[in-house]
C-alpha cells in the first residue's frame, strides 16, 4: 500500500514527513485511513493515536487525553495538575525513540499539522485531509485519493446485491450519476440491499428516482442522524463541513465563496481552464485576491486543481455549490461571458485545437443559458459551437449548432436584425459545402437582405454577404455573377479597411479563383500573390488562409516567396 511505502521510506528521516491522504469529501480518506490502522497498526509499538484535527480546542484535549492508563498511562505516579501539563507530558512521549502512529483526521489547517507533529523521535503522522495544497514550509507526502474506476464503482454497488449483473446499464449509469464518488456508492449499495425486496431497490427504479430528484436529496443519500452524533453521514454533510470553513466576513473567503458557484456553471466534472475560471470573477476583484479564493476553495477540497493551470470539481461537489448558491443567476451569466469572449478569441484565430479543451463547457453553457431564458448568450455559445464544428467538416453539428442559434438570435433580437443574419449566413455556409447549394443560396440572400437594411449597402457586413454569394456563384459556375458580387465586396472592404486587411486578402483571393476559372492566370496569380503576402502578415506564415493562399498560387503557375 502506498501509505505504508511512504510512512516507512520517510521512517529513515530524523523526524518522519507527515504523509496525508487528501481529497474531496466523501472519497473515502478516513476509511482509508481506518483500513490503514487495521492492517498496519499491529507494526507501530508505542500505539495508534487517533485524533480529530478539525477543531484545535478539540484536538488539545485528545492530546490530553492520550496520556490516561488506556493509552500511555502516564499518570500511574498521580495526575498532573492542568491540561497543558497533560499536553506537555503526552508530547514528551510522542518524541520517545518509539515507533508510534499518530492519526490527524481531517486536518484541514496547515498549521495545525505544522504546530502538534512531533518534532523529534519515531513517531509517525498520518493525515487525512480535504486541502489539495500546502503551504511552503509545510512538507506533507501527499496521495491524492480520486474517484473509483467505473468497473470499482459497480462492484461497490453490488457489494450486497449479488444478483445484479456487473454488465447492467443501470448500474453504469447510476455510477456515472454519483460521479464515481465513494461515499455516494456506498450510501447507495446499503439502501439497494436494504430495498432489495421493494421495486425502489432495483436499479432501474432506483437511476429513475435519482433523475427525479436532485439526485443530492434522494433519501438514499441523506445518511442517517443517530444520539451519538450531531453530524448527519449523508454526501451533502460532507459537503457542507468544507463550506462552513468559509469566513465571509474574510475578503477572501468571501470572494472564494462566489468563485465556488462560479466554478460551478462549467460542465461538472470537466476540466476547466483556469484563465476562463478567473475571468468570472466580479471586475472588482483583484487578480491575487481571486487566485487566494481559488487556492483557498482547493484547501477546503471543495475544487481540484490540475496542471496546465486547470482546475476540476465533482459534480456532485457542483449540484451543491449550485443549490447553495445566493447569486447563481449572476454566477451564470458571469460565466457565459466568459466563455462567450474566450470561444470567439480561439475561433478568430482558425485553429481547431485549442477549442477543444473548452468544448463541453460551452456546450453546457448554451443550454443552460436557453433554459433560463438568456436568449442572447445562447445565441452567441450556439454559434461558437457550430463554427468550431464546422471548422473540422462535422456539418450535421454544425448545422444543428446554427440552427439553435437562429432560433435563439430571433427571440432575443426579432427576425431582422443583423445576429439574425449572421446566424442565416452561418447556415448558408453549412449548407454550400453539404452541395445544397439552392439552400445556401436562399440563406445567403436572406441575410444579404437583412444587413443592407439595417447597415445600408456600404457596411462590411454587407461586403461578407456579398463574398459568400460571389463564392456561391463560382460554384455553381456563374462566373460573371460571381465576380459582380466579389468586386463590390472588395470595394466595400478596401474602402473600409485599408489595403492591407484580411478581409481585402480573402476578397482578393476569392477573385483569383474567378481569374483562374475564367483562364487569366496572370491576374489570378495577381491576386493570389497579395491575398497570400497580407495574410502572412497579418495573421501567420503557417495560418490555414495562409497556406490556402500559398496553394491556389502555387496551382496557378505561380512562385510563393512567404
Request: charged share 25%.
Amino acid at each position: 500500500m502506498a501509505l505504508a511505502r511512504s510512512l516507512k521510506e520517510n521512517s529513515t528521516a530524523a523526524v518522519g514527513r507527515p504523509v496525508a491522504a487528501t481529497g474531496w469529501g466523501g472519497i473515502g480518506k478516513t476509511e482509508l485511513a481506518t483500513e490503514f490502522v487495521h492492517r498496519y497498526g499491529r507494526f507501530f509499538r508505542g500505539g495508534v493515536f487517533w485524533l480529530s484535527a478539525e477543531d484545535e480546542d478539540t484536538l488539545r484535549s485528545q492530546v490530553a487525553e492520550c496520556g490516561a492508563q488506556w493509552c500511555l498511562d502516564l499518570w500511574r505516579h498521580g495526575e498532573p495538575q492542568s491540561q497543558q501539563e497533560n499536553i506537555n507530558a503526552v508530547w514528551e512521549a510522542w518524541q520517545e525513540p518509539v515507533p508510534r502512529l499518530i492519526v490527524l483526521d481531517n486536518c484541514e489547517n496547515a498549521d495545525v499539522l505544522h504546530r502538534w507533529r512531533p518534532s523529534n523521535g519515531e513517531a509517525r503522522v498520518l493525515v487525512t485531509s480535504r486541502r489539495n495544497t500546502w503551504p511552503p514550509g509545510v512538507e506533507v507526502t501527499q496521495h491524492t485519493l480520486g474517484t473509483l474506476a467505473r468497473a470499482q464503482s459497480i462492484a461497490l454497488l453490488r457489494r450486497g446485491r449479488p444478483d445484479l449483473s456487473a454488465n447492467d446499464a443501470n448500474l453504469d449509469a447510476i455510477a456515472d450519476a454519483l460521479g464515481d464518488l465513494p461515499i455516494a456508492l456506498r450510501l447507495t449499495a446499503d439502501y439497494l440491499e436494504d430495498c432489495h425486496p421493494l421495486k425502489a431497490g432495483q436499479p432501474e427504479q432506483y437511476l429513475a428516482d435519482l433523475r427525479a430528484y436532485s439526485v443530492l436529496d434522494h433519501p438514499a443519500l441523506q445518511g442517517e442522524q443517530t444520539p451519538e452524533t450531531v453530524q448527519e453521514k449523508g454526501v451533502a454533510q460532507s459537503f457542507w463541513l468544507s463550506l462552513s470553513r468559509l469566513d465571509t466576513d474574510r475578503d477572501t473567503d468571501a470572494l472564494a465563496r462566489e468563485m465556488l458557484t462560479r466554478a460551478a456553471c462549467f460542465a461538472p466534472g470537466e476540466s476547466i481552464p483556469g484563465g476562463v475560471l478567473r475571468a468570472t470573477a466580479p471586475n472588482d476583484a483583484g487578480e491575487k485576491t481571486v487566485h487566494d479564493a481559488l487556492n483557498r476553495l482547493a484547501a477546503l477540497g471543495l475544487l481540484e486543481r490540475q496542471a496546465e493551470d486547470a482546475w476540476q470539481m465533482h459534480r456532485l461537489v457542483a449540484r451543491f455549490a449550485w443549490r447553495t448558491a445566493t447569486e447563481g443567476e449572476t454566477a451564470q451569466a458571469a460565466g457565459e461571458d466568459a466563455l462567450k469572449r474566450k470561444a470567439y478569441e480561439i475561433n478568430q484565430g482558425g485553429l481547431p485545437a485549442p477549442f477543444v479543451p473548452l468544448q463541453p463547457h460551452v456546450d453546457h453553457a448554451a443550454v443552460e443559458a436557453e433554459k433560463r431564458g438568456a436568449p442572447a448568450n445562447a445565441g452567441w455559445l450556439f454559434t461558437e459551437l457550430g463554427y468550431h464544428a464546422h471548422m473540422v467538416a462535422a456539418h450535421g453539428a454544425a448545422r444543428a449548432h446554427y440552427q439553435r442559434a437562429l432560433d435563439n438570435a430571433q427571440q432575443a433580437y426579432g427576425p431582422e436584425h443583423s445576429h439574425v443574419a449572421a446566424c442565416l449566413n452561418n447556415l448558408g455556409s453549412v449548407a454550400q459545402d453539404e452541395g445544397d447549394l439552392p439552400a445556401a443560396r436562399d440563406y445567403f440572400e436572406r441575410a444579404l437582405a437583412i444587413d443592407e437594411n439595417t447597415h445600408g449597402p456600404d457596411h462590411p457586413m454587407v461586403a461578407t454577404r456579398l463574398n459568400n454569394l460571389g463564392s456561391l456563384a463560382y460554384y455553381e459556375g456563374g462566373l460573371l455573377a460571381a465576380r459582380r458580387y466579389l468586386e463590390r465586396a472588395l470595394a466595400i472592404d478596401e474602402n473600409t479597411h485599408g489595403p492591407d486587411d484580411p478581409h481585402v486578402a480573402r476578397d482578393r483571393n476569392n477573385l483569383g479563383c474567378v481569374a483562374w476559372a475564367e483562364g487569366d492566370l496572370p491576374a489570378a496569380r495577381q491576386y493570389f500573390e497579395r491575398a497570400l503576402r497580407v495574410w502572412a502578415e497579418k495573421l501567420s506564415p503557417d495560418h490555414p488562409d495562409t497556406n490556402t493562399a500559398r496553394d491556389n498560387l502555387r496551382a496557378a503557375g505561380g512562385t510563393p516567396d512567404v
